[in-house]
């Protein structure tokens, strides 16, 4: 019988938590124990934290039920002003609201025989991200050399090529005729031969006839001087 009642347990547990929202935790009082007088449930909420949303299992046997109660009624095993009452064997209860939250089984020996149960429910959690961490700077070790940084390198701006202007082309001007007035030349003419035969002889008066006359005559004379002077 026994068994039976510990496997039925277990298997309302897995029920619950699969039946249960993700986000919230499920909490099964007194563990394997469940919610009986063999159960340590004064030192069980010690390692656990509780906050709004989570779910608090209370699995028990016939003989037990699950009262929520103040602190007075906590104090006292007295249920009389329960807050929440019930015995269905497998009590399931949400955490609404933040404080202190009581609990204590309706029978009077099991609750002064340490079926009662105190728990403290803290506000939701928020998650935040992670703060950013800046990557750790390492000094450099002093024997290591210290090597100036490369000067920058500026490619040379290209020379400017100047070419010279082409020279200007002027046509020449034509010259300007100039005039002068001729003047009368003053130089005295050279004699002509006529004048010269005139002069020799006046006798010939210029006429062809008389000029032939006269070069014979020269002639003559010429020819007679040479003879003269050889002979």
């Not at 935790?25 to 009986?36: E, F, K, R, S």
């Not at 009662?116 to 950013?132: A, C, F, Y």
């Not at 020449?172 to 100039?178: E, V, W």
């Not at 130089?187 to 010269?196: D, M, V």
Request: glycine share 6%; net charge neutral; hydrophobic share 35%.
């Amino acid at each position: 019988m026994a068994c039976r009642f510990l496997l039925l347990l277990e298997l309302t547990t897995i029920l619950a938590l699969l039946v249960l929202p993700c986000e919230a935790t499920t909490y099964m009082v007194g563990d394997l124990a469940g919610w009986d007088t063999s159960a340590d449930l004064s030192s069980w909420p010690a390692t656990k934290h509780f906050y709004v949303g989570d779910a608090l299992l209370f699995q028990y046997s016939q003989y037990h039920n699950v009262n929520e109660v103040d602190k007075e009624g906590y104090r006292n095993c007295n249920a009389s002003n329960a807050i929440l009452t019930s015995s269905n064997g497998n009590t399931s209860v949400t955490l609404t609201t933040t404080g202190e939250k009581y609990f204590i089984c309706g029978v009077l020996s099991h609750c002064l025989g340490g079926m009662k149960l105190q728990i403290k429910v803290l506000g939701k959690i928020t998650s935040s991200p992670p703060p950013q961490r800046s990557p750790p700077q390492f000094p450099s070790p002093p024997w290591l050399p210290q090597f100036p940084s490369p000067p920058s390198l500026q490619s040379p701006s290209p020379p400017s090529l100047q070419f010279p202007s082409p020279p200007s082309r002027q046509s020449p001007s034509p010259p300007s005729p100039t005039f002068s007035p001729r003047t009368p030349s003053t130089t005295p003419s050279s004699p002509s031969l006529g004048n010269i035969v005139d002069g020799l002889f006046p006798q010939a008066n210029g006429s062809l006839h008389g000029l032939r006359c006269n070069l014979v005559l020269v002639l003559c004379c010429c020819i007679g001087g040479l003879f003269w002077i050889l002979f």
